[in-house]
């Protein structure tokens, strides 16, 4: 059986040449979360560009649920309309992605282009809205809510069109210790009931939290390694190569010596080799 997403020799390169992703072979499995990790600049958005057909390789060939895709194949109004019903993708920047007038409007904006009848799409709305304790915000303007919310109502606004697949770009980046803790639960919630998700970040304490399968690019823009949380996070080497964490001199008691700049390598919890849910 094929994997979800089976990518093979994907190249892509910026206009002047410049590459971002440099032969990417991967296979994301139904059902697994997948932490693709790297330093400003890997190419990590782009792959999840490419994954969710916003952008197309210059190089190798990309395939979901067994059949390859291409900017072409989203001339074919029934391949279109399969994919984009089936995987979400949550922008890093939430003003980048929402546009509504109000929260609601923003819930049905997605079920309502897929042709949902309006009276279905109200209904997962306000589904929705409860499950992500926004209900309150449900006639407030875009414009008036805080980072937090508007991540909330971003991710709302995906969710009422019910996809298979959730892509996510740096979920953590800037929100508060309550929201981020609010939206690892959400993505275990989410994760149980079935549906796949893809996230990029820089936040390796979310790796570890996740427990995923993870993909990690390097500076040059390939993949270095893939594995579960565990093996990656454990591996310091690594992480100093592809520029994730890093040694810094720190004075004590009149002597200079070093320290990692990550605070999660000290956590003391012990992980189960055997529990990642990524089978990278």
Not at 38 to 48: A, C, H, Q, R, Y
Not at 64 to 80: A, H, T, V
């Given at each position: 059986?094929?994997?979800?997403?089976?990518?093979?020799?994907?190249?892509?390169?910026?206009?002047?040449?410049?590459?971002?992703?440099?032969?990417?072979?991967?296979?994301?499995?139904?059902?697994?979360?997948?932490?693709?990790i790297g330093?400003?600049?890997?190419?990590?958005?782009?792959?999840?560009?490419?994954?969710?057909?916003?952008?197309?390789?210059?190089?190798?060939?990309?395939?979901?649920?067994?059949?390859?895709?291409?900017?072409?194949?989203?001339?074919?109004?029934?391949?279109?309309?399969?994919?984009?019903?089936?995987?979400?993708?949550?922008?890093?920047?939430?003003?980048?992605?929402?546009?509504?007038?109000?929260?609601?409007?923003?819930?049905?904006?997605?079920?309502?282009?897929?042709?949902?009848?309006?009276?279905?799409?109200?209904?997962?709305?306000?589904?929705?809205?409860?499950?992500?304790?926004?209900?309150?915000?449900?006639?407030?303007?875009?414009?008036?809510?805080?980072?937090?919310?508007?991540?909330?109502?971003?991710?709302?606004?995906?969710?009422?069109?019910?996809?298979?697949?959730?892509?996510?770009?740096?979920?953590m980046s800037?929100?508060?210790?309550?929201?981020?803790?609010?939206?690892?639960?959400?993505?275990?919630?989410?994760?149980?009931?079935?549906?796949?998700?893809?996230?990029?970040?820089?936040?390796?304490?979310?790796v570890d939290?996740?427990?995923?399968?993870?993909?990690?690019?390097?500076?040059?823009?390939?993949?270095?390694?893939?594995?579960?949380?565990?093996?990656?996070?454990?591996?310091?080497?690594?992480?100093?190569?592809?520029?994730?964490?890093?040694?810094?001199?720190?004075?004590?008691?009149?002597?200079?010596?070093?320290?990692?700049?990550?605070?999660?390598?000290?956590?003391?919890?012990?992980?189960?080799?055997?529990?990642?849910?990524?089978?990278?």
């Amino acid at each position: 059986m094929p994997g979800l997403f089976e990518l093979k020799n994907i190249g892509y390169s910026y206009i002047n040449g410049q590459p971002a992703l440099s032969d990417i072979n991967l296979v994301v499995n139904e059902g697994e979360i997948v932490s693709v990790i790297g330093s400003n600049g890997s190419g990590k958005s782009t792959l999840l560009n490419i994954l969710c057909g916003l952008a197309f390789p210059n190089k190798g060939t990309i395939s979901f649920k067994g059949e390859i895709f291409n900017e072409k194949s989203f001339k074919n109004d029934q391949f279109s309309r399969k994919f984009r019903s089936s995987i979400a993708y949550v922008f890093q920047n939430s003003d980048a992605q929402l546009f509504c007038p109000t929260v609601f409007d923003e819930l049905i904006f997605g079920p309502l282009q897929l042709e949902i009848p309006r009276e279905n799409a109200f209904h997962r709305a306000e589904e929705v809205m409860q499950m992500l304790n926004i209900t309150d915000l449900k006639d407030r303007p875009v414009y008036m809510l805080s980072s937090g919310e508007k991540k909330r109502v971003a991710i709302g606004a995906v969710l009422t069109s019910n996809p298979e697949v959730l892509i996510i770009d740096e979920p953590m980046s800037g929100l508060d210790p309550k929201t981020r803790s609010f939206l690892i639960e959400l993505i275990f919630t989410l994760n149980k009931v079935g549906k796949t998700i893809i996230i990029a970040t820089h936040h390796l304490e979310l790796v570890d939290h996740l427990q995923s399968g993870v993909v990690v690019l390097s500076e040059k823009h390939n993949i270095e390694k893939t594995g579960n949380s565990s093996d990656i996070l454990s591996d310091t080497d690594l992480l100093i190569k592809t520029n994730l964490i890093s040694e810094y001199p720190h004075r004590h008691d009149g002597k200079i010596h070093k320290h990692l700049s990550s605070g999660f390598l000290d956590h003391s919890h012990k992980k189960n080799q055997n529990n990642s849910q990524g089978t990278l």
